[in-house]
Each structure stands twice: as C-alpha cells, then as structure tokens.
C-alpha cells in the first residue's frame, strides 16, 4: 500500500453572488487549471454550460464562445449572470482528486461548502440547482433530503425560508445527452423561476 497522500485542493475561485440573485447554481468542484479557459466557474472549454445557457437566452449556443482563440467571454458571463440574478459556487470547498482528471467519480468532498453562510448573502434567492450527481449527493446530504428526478426539484427549508433543489442533468460532455435535450431541462427550471421568459 502506498504512503503518498493526495494533496487537498481549496476552491480557487471567490464565490459569485451578485446582488439580487434568485437562484444558486452549484457544480461539483472546478477542474484543474490546466483545463480552464477562463477564470470563473465552468472553464473547462469542454463543458457545454454556457453554450446551454447561451442557447436558452440568444438562441446561439456559441454566443459566449470565442472560437478563434478557443476560450470563453468572461466579461461577457459575468455580466449577463447579474443581470439575470444567477449566483455560482460547487458544493465543496476542499477536495482529494484521487484521480488526475476531472471527474466527479474520483472526487473526494474532504470540506462540503457552507450553503447557508452562502445564502445569507442571497436574500432573494429561493431556489439552488445541482449540475451533476456529486454536487446533489453532496447537497442532499447537507441537508438530510430526497433527491429530486433530473430536471425536477425538492423542497426544503433553511430556517423559516422555503427553498427548492433543482438537479439538473450535468453539462459536462461525459454526460451522454444531447445539448438541446439538456437545455430543455434547464429551460423548464429558469422558467419556472420567472428568469427566463416564455
């Protein structure tokens, strides 16, 4: 057996919650660095959140995509996330990657985030949103609830505040579903939450 011990990993990114927000979206954990294409949350130039979110808002999934130098427009994101009141994090502050890539699978949670410290900032805010299964597994366990169907949600509260989990299909593309299918899922929630209109 080996000796060597897996480095913990801090969250590298300062969590984004704009004022206003209505709804938390949270990953897993961010993949390494040297997969980013840009500094904020769903940098790898491999996951599809924001050509889904792109696609819902302009009808163009390559709206926050610059093609020729093959990263993301952060000014872009960033601005467009307050506007539309979505605030981001991952549900684990500190992780063990047991495995040298960026699957949740091989994900240890060593410190799952405060949600609560999180939302106190986020006085609007009455819904989160898990984008893949370690993030809910993680999640539901914070709070000791059912996991909701993929694209559905649960209820639950956070002291006297209503508040539903939304699971979300994961926008990574080793989650074998089609763009436009995930988007569909995606779609029903921001619409239900009055952020997306239609």
């Not at 704009?18 to 993949?31: I, K, N, T, Y």
């Not at 436009?180 to 929630?189: C, G, P």
């Amino acid at each position: 057996m080996s000796d060597i011990q897996i480095p913990i990993e801090e969250h590298p990114l300062q969590p984004f919650l704009p004022e206003g927000a209505r709804l938390l979206m949270l990953g897993s954990f961010p993949p390494q660095k040297k997969r980013w294409s840009m500094e904020f949350y769903y940098p790898n130039f491999q996951n599809d959140m924001w050509r889904i979110l792109g696609y819902l808002f302009y009808g163009d999934k390559e709206h926050f995509v610059d093609k020729s130098r093959k990263v993301f427009k952060k000014e872009e994101i960033v601005a467009f996330a307050e506007g539309h009141g979505l605030a981001f994090y991952d549900t684990a502050s500190s992780i063990r990657r047991l495995q040298d890539n960026a699957s949740d699978k091989f994900l240890e949670v060593v410190e799952p985030t405060d949600v609560e410290l999180l939302l106190r900032h986020l006085p609007q805010c009455r819904a989160l949103c898990t984008t893949g299964q370690k993030a809910t597994d993680t999640i539901c366990a914070l709070f000791g609830i059912s996991q909701p169907a993929v694209g559905g949600y649960t209820l639950f509260n956070i002291g006297d505040k209503e508040m539903r989990l939304y699971r979300m299909p994961s926008s990574s593309r080793a989650y074998p579903l089609a763009l436009e299918k995930k988007a569909a899922f995606y779609r029903n929630m921001l619409r239900e939450l009055g952020i997306l209109a239609g």
